[in-house]
Structures are given as C-alpha cells and as structure tokens.
C-alpha cells in the first residue's frame, strides 16, 4: 500500500509542474518543464551521492579506522540481504546520520562523530538497521526525484510570482496561456508550491515509517531505533546540525528544530507517532511468540 501511495503521489507531483509549466509559458512552458526534471533527474542520479557527501565533508572508513561502526553496518547488510556499501563519518558533534546513493550497489551510509558517542550499539543499530531500509526500499532514489521536481515547481512559481508583479503572465491568450489574469496567475504562483510541499512531505513520511519499519525488522531491536529517536530528537534541539534545507529530508531526524506551527510542514513524522508505531511493532512480536 505505501509503494502504491508513493506512486500515485508521484504522479500528482509531476502533473503538478506540468500544470505550472503550462501556465507560466504555455506549451513551450510545459516542455521546458519536462526537459528541466528529465536533465536535473539524470544529474541527480549520478552525482547525488558525491554532493551530499562532500557538502558535509564525510570521510569514508575503513574496518581499522571504526572497527565497532564497521562491524555493525556489516551484520546489517548480510541480515537484509544486501552489498557492503560505503562507510563514512561526518565530522559533526551534532547526532544524526543519512544514507545516500543511486541503488543498492551504489550505496553509502553516514554518521555524525556526535551519534557514535551519545547512542548504544544497540541504539546505533536501530538507527543504521533504518538508513539500511531507506536503501534496500530505493527511498534515496524517490527522495531524489521528489526533491528535483519539487524544487523545480517552486523555482516556476516564483517566476510566476515575479511575472504578476510587473503585468501578468507570457504570452497572450491566442497562443493558449492562461496567465493574462494577475489574479489568478498570482494564486496560482501561490498555491503550487504549496501543494508541491505537502505531496513532498506526504511521499517523505510514508518511505520514514517503512523504513523504521523494516529497518528495526531487520536490526531486531525495534525498542533501540525507539529509544535512539527520542535521544536524537533531545539532541537536535539542544545542538542542532548546520544543514542544507534542501538535503534536511535525508537524515533519520530532522537536523533543523522545527517546532509549533512550522512542524506540520516538516518532511518527518512526529517522533512521538514514530516511537508508538516501533513500541506496537514490538507488542506484536511479542503476542506472536506467546501464541
């Protein structure tokens, strides 16, 4: 059912800029609209992983230089049935951590120095056991596309909000655009991103719930992924991470404190709903074994 939700909401994603691209430039608009995710999706694809991992200096180990971490991330894989990927350590006293790259075979999994001194091994586990999940359900992929289209909706829309400013849309009703009204052409440059936001937020928490999910599934200890959550989310809000907005829906928690108002926008489920849904999973387990 989440992959099912997930694809539909990529389609309304997608439809989404192609309105937008219509209604800023008409038929040339929407083409330019199309090439744009086609180009910046292929870039990301390849490239994504590098980016990321450069943006917050992550340093690639080895099993001699984080035996401990290593070692987990070994067993993890060989319980999910999934390549070795890259190791790397972000020189951050900040906790948190993220996985990145293109497929499975391409992967990487990242820590923060700040996640290796405040959790347990077991906690680590839960928390590793979910950027592993994020991997094997190819969420980095999905993230990635949502994040270009996403972007490139907004990017439109502020174009069209400049547009209204100083006389309206391009073009003329002859050609086929819809953006000779201010008005309206100023609602819509207000609206798409907007939705564009709450598709984004909607596709991000469903692939987190999967992936904690399966992620304490596989690490067998959903209790530690609940218990790290609560002691990474203590931590974002005491020392949060310095990050890029745009690559903030990657990590296990959001490494910016958002709260009040502006959490009912965060790319994260709360963390208390989080907790409650890896307490039910181990209650399950539990009446499983007594049955």
Known sequence: MNYF???LLLVLLSLLLVW??????GARGMVFAFLFVLV?????????????????NAKEVSRAEAPSLYSIVEELTSRAGLPMPKVYIVPSSAANAFATGRNPSHAAVAV????????????LKGVLGH?????????????????????????MSRIAQWSAFFGGGYGSDEEGHRGSNPIAFLLMAIIAPLAAL???????????????RRGATVAGTPL?????????????????????????????????????FASLFSTHPPIEE??????????????????
Request: zero cysteines; a positive charge; proline letters at 2%.
């Open 5 to 7: 939700k997930t694809f």
């Open 20 to 25: 937008v691209g219509s209604y800023v430039g």
């Open 40 to 56: 910046m999706n292929f870039v990301t694809y390849w490239y994504s992983d590098k980016i990321v991992l450069r943006m917050y």
């Open 112 to 123: 923060t120095q700040g996640i290796t001194n405040l959790l347990t091994r077991e906690e």
């Open 131 to 155: 950027e592993l999940a994020h991997v094997k359900n190819r969420d980095i992929l999905t993230a990635t596309i949502v994040a270009v289209i996403a972007g490139a909706i907004m990017m």
């Open 198 to 212: 709450l598709i984004q937020m909607a596709i991000s928490r469903s692939r987190e719930y999967a992936a904690d």
């Open 224 to 260: 530690g992924l609940a218990n790290a959550l609560l002691k990474l989310q203590d931590a974002s809000r005491y020392h949060p991470m310095v990050a890029n907005q745009a690559t903030a829906h990657l990590f296990i928690v959001k490494p910016i404190s958002v709260e009040g």
């Open 274 to 291: 989080r907790v409650r849904r890896l307490r039910k999973l181990v209650e399950s387990q539990e009446l499983r074994v007594e049955s």
